[in-house]
């Protein structure tokens, strides 16, 4: 029995140092959590005629209904029009365990020139750490399917975010005061695009 203890301890080691990396790449399923900002009486940003929390919803709902894939599974925040908290998105977020997290979102400034897509990671997570990989790859995925340029990945205390235990970022997906982000962003056949693109994205992780 002695001699068995230091290949224990080795395992060990050798199994707690594979999770320290998340493994996308064997044949089993992944679990997304699609979390569509705001719902109910909270609108998020809105114009004239548009509210963030309509565009979200519809985006999740394309992908939901554009994934053919058996291995990788959604789990959605939201399905209805309804408000739910973040510390209630939190909490059913670690209850899923998801392999990733993205938070869909449609901003607005005041400034109207301002477009544009953007991805927002932890303020606590790393540069090189498997968050920020995402988050890149992801932008990098837009830039080359989408409309809408995707320019940047930022840092931000968000509570979604920082709640997390798998990777998890938050999408930006245009501005709504910009009049040709808003144009895509409403249109259904653009929204197919990005939850195509999303889908596709999450597709390759597995
Ligand atoms: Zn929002």
Request: aromatic share 8%; no cysteine.
């Amino acid at each position: 029995m002695k001699k068995a203890i230091p290949y224990f301890v080795a395992l060990t080691a050798l199994v707690s140092l594979s999770f320290t990396q998340p493994n996308f790449n064997n044949n089993k399923q992944i679990h997304v959590v699609i979390d569509a900002g705001h719902g109910g009486s909270d609108f998020g940003a809105s114009s004239i005629l548009y509210k963030e929390k309509q565009i979200v919803a519809a985006i999740s709902q394309k992908i939901k209904a554009l994934n053919q894939n058996q291995d990788v599974i959604i789990h959605f925040t939201r399905e209805e029009d309804e408000f739910l908290s973040l510390t209630d998105r939190a909490k059913m977020i670690s209850e899923i365990k998801p392999d990733l997290v993205l938070s869909l979102h449609v901003n607005q400034s005041a400034n109207i020139a301002k477009s544009g897509m953007e991805f927002y990671v932890s303020n606590t997570s790393k540069d090189n750490d498997a968050t920020h990989t995402i988050a890149q790859a992801l932008q990098e995925k837009f830039k080359k399917d989408n409309a809408i340029s995707a320019t940047e990945i930022k840092k931000a205390p968000f509570f979604i975010l920082k709640k997390s235990a798998a990777p998890a970022v938050l999408i930006e997906l245009g501005y709504l005061s910009n009049t040709a982000d808003r144009a895509m962003l409403t249109d259904e056949k653009q929204q197919e695009k990005i939850a195509s693109t999303i889908l596709s994205f999450v597709s390759e992780l597995k």
